[in-house]
């Protein structure tokens, strides 16, 4: 079988790099020469555990290969695989243009019957317009099924999410183009893997159900970590506790700043805005929304609360990806609070494993430094916002030392809390008992700088800013 891929995003060029390794013919194409140029040349332009081997082995099997040339590429195929990005809009809309792009350039240059599997993820109802719109722009004797194949690859696991999962879904109402897909995935079926064979409209909505699920989960356990704040409980002991039960089984249960990424927000605004468009008030969606903002606006207030005011205090910031183990920092909770932070007037030195450079270009004004130790250095305050593991080795003793203030507030409950009291840190988590007293530390700090001000010649005051004490 031929397989053309379009968009070589982690979606794509995981898809393309699995399907090769099953077996089939497989290139993968993308619009940005430069990309295709990159992996032609044996470079890969995303970082994915075990991806570059895969790559390698199945290019040289003769098996995959690369190309911009959608027109050379697209000829011969049996399946054709969809898998560029359809970034949210405002309001909730998809952007479905370079989707529309890849299916008529496709279409435009095919040869014989064809299967068109989505494995973008697209608003509900998107197959069913997209048959119609094949109908109209394809010859009536042209046969295009089209298949909904949804994916639930995660950024950092990709491969190995693609190569084990727990279900595959297909939809489509063509037995013949749901018996190609099975073949396709046939090495997986034979594994005793769970195939799904359903319609369009059933795919769409496992897609969206199942992370729409695992936001909810994620927003029910941040709720409850901010309720265990008002009651004196711990939710890592609640998550824990919960988890055993296997009907609500252990994973999305970690309390923190709210999710981020690519998909998770995205995915569930569409939700809401598709079921909106068909007269149906998805309720809870919009809980997990508001739940979700309200999640990272508290981390916010919570290091005003402990600061007072936050104009010229050194804030530093540990993580700023939206998840450990990956550079993007799409909707990650970190880039919302060093926004804010930043435009509270506070003096924010940040530092991540890997997303530096993509977060300064979001928010140039702020510092990047090279590690965690020089982003404590001198701060009244430091804010774990991403789990990196790295950040649980630090030498703490040498981090207490350097700060102004041994104050952590660790978003994540990442960080070894008793390790942490131990050292003498003021240490703030999410749905935790604090260590120490903060107050006492932010006294005396406000203490010696009251004197210094006094010791100084007054200088005439700007206007009071709104919000800020
Ligand atoms: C997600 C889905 O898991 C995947 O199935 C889908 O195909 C794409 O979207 P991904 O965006 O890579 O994958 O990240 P994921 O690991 O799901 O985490 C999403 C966000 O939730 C991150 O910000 C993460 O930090 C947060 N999260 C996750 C929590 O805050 N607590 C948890 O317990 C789990």
Redesign the pocket.
Known sequence: MKITVVGTGYVGLVAGACFAEFGQKVVCVDYDRQKISQLNAGEVPIFEDGLEDLLTRNVAAGRLSFSHDLPVAVPGSDVAVIAVGTPGKSGGETDLEHFHRAISDVLANIDSRLILVIKSTVPMGTAARTREWVKQITNPDQRIDIVSNP??????SAVNDFLNPDRIIIGGDSRHALRLMREVYGPLEKRNIPVVLTSNETAEMIKYAA?TF?ALK?SYINEIANMCDHFGADVTKVAEALGMDSRIGPS???A?PG??????PKDVKSFVNSSKKRGYTFRLGKAIISANAYQRRAVVAKVKSLLGSLRGKRIAILGLA??ANTDDVRESPAMYVIKRLHHSGAKVRAYDPAASAPARREVPRIQYVNDAYAACDGADIAVLLTAWDEFRNLDFSRIHQSMAQPIIYDTRNALNRDQLGKLGFVYFATGRATLGDAKQHVETVAAVARKKRKAKPARKRGPAIAGIN
């Open positions: 994916e639930f690859l995660r950024q950092g992370n695992l994620i999305f249960l970690e923190g999710f981020g990424g690519s998909c998770l939206f998840k």
